[in-house]
């Protein structure tokens, strides 16, 4: 039978490498449509680190939605 302490690692566990998880497809999905818009517009490296760093932004974003959720008693 798990015991309560293995139960609760293992929750952390799946929590934190969702973390990682939302962070990583963030980045690479900027990278990949930056990379596609450059081949169309011919313009290296310019979409590319656009995607980039949009990527980076909206997965440390995603991540500290997740960390710190909206606190619904403010909200009117």
Known sequence: MIDENQT???NLF???MDLGLRFAV???LGVY???WLDSKLTTRPLFLLLGLFIGAGS???SIY???FPPDK???V
């Open 8 to 10: 609760r690692a293992k």
């Open 14 to 16: 799946f929590k934190y």
């Open 59 to 61: 997965g440390f974003w």
């Open 26 to 28: 963030a980045v690479f």
């Open 33 to 35: 449509a930056g990379n």
């Open 73 to 75: 008693s403010k909200q």
């Open 65 to 67: 939605k997740a960390v």
